[in-house]
């Protein structure tokens, strides 16, 4: 049985920084990707950021040079390191896995987490 478990959102003011990490289990690469996702208020679910089994990574534009995925795969943890957080980035954060590498095209996606809030005060 699949499980990706989020941690590590809160609320911190802008320009602060937040770690969320995704701790999974019981599933295996077929689109060879993970990454992450998240939904503002009142919008769609957007691509974050995602990374291959060899380490390469894709940014959306608005958190390119603020945030970095990493993985651990002996662990089975992924990580976003979010830096200069803004009050655009107040958002529930998903874990997703099993994605299409760089097109967060969301019906691919395989497994998702169950979500991690974000907030970012002014």
């Not at 040079?65 to 943890?77: M, P, W």
Request: glycine share 14%; charged share 15%; proline share 2%.
């Amino acid at each position: 049985q699949v499980q990706l478990v989020e941690s590590g959102g809160g609320s911190v003011q802008s320009g602060g920084t937040l770690r969320l990490s995704c701790a999974g289990s019981g599933y295996t690469y077929t689109h060879n990707c993970v990454g992450w996702f998240r939904q503002a208020p009142g919008k769609e679910r957007e691509g974050v950021a995602d990374i291959t089994s060899d380490g390469s990574t894709t940014y959306a534009d608005s958190v390119k040079g603020r945030f970095t995925i990493s993985q651990d795969n002996a662990k089975n943890t992924l990580y976003l390191q979010m830096n200069s957080l803004n009050p655009e980035d107040t958002a529930i954060y998903y874990c997703a896995a099993d994605t299409i590498c760089g097109s967060y095209y969301i019906p691919a996606v395989g497994y998702w987490g169950q979500g991690t809030q974000v907030t970012v005060s002014s």
